[in-house]
């Protein structure tokens, strides 16, 4: 990720997210001070809870893409 983070520094990208498909995990970082640090809630998109990302794709290896939907949108809806 240090060549992209690089990029993306470069582009002026303030935020970038890694996703691990195979192990459902979303991994998120802030780009600041010529470095980045781990997030667990997107600066970008505020109150996005990077968890709620990470189970709505666990539940799509055994749950109909319909179903998932409405728990995700259930979930933004508070």
């Known amino acids: ?3 992209k983070r690089l990029l993306y520094e470069e582009l002026g990208v303030s935020e970038y997210w890694s996703v691990k498909v195979d192990d459902p ?7 600041i001070d010529r470095g ?9 998109l505020p109150n996005l809870k990077i968890a709620v990302l990470e189970s709505a794709l666990q539940q799509a290896r ?3 893409q319909s179903q998932v939907g409405r728990w995700l949108i259930s979930q933004f809806q508070g």
């Not at 995990?25 to 780009?31: G, N, S």
């Open 1 to 3: 990720l240090g060549n």
């Open 36 to 44: 980045s640090k781990r997030i667990d809630i997107s600066k970008v």
């Open 62 to 64: 055994t749950r109909d």
């Open 25 to 31: 995990q979303i991994f998120a970082f802030e780009i």
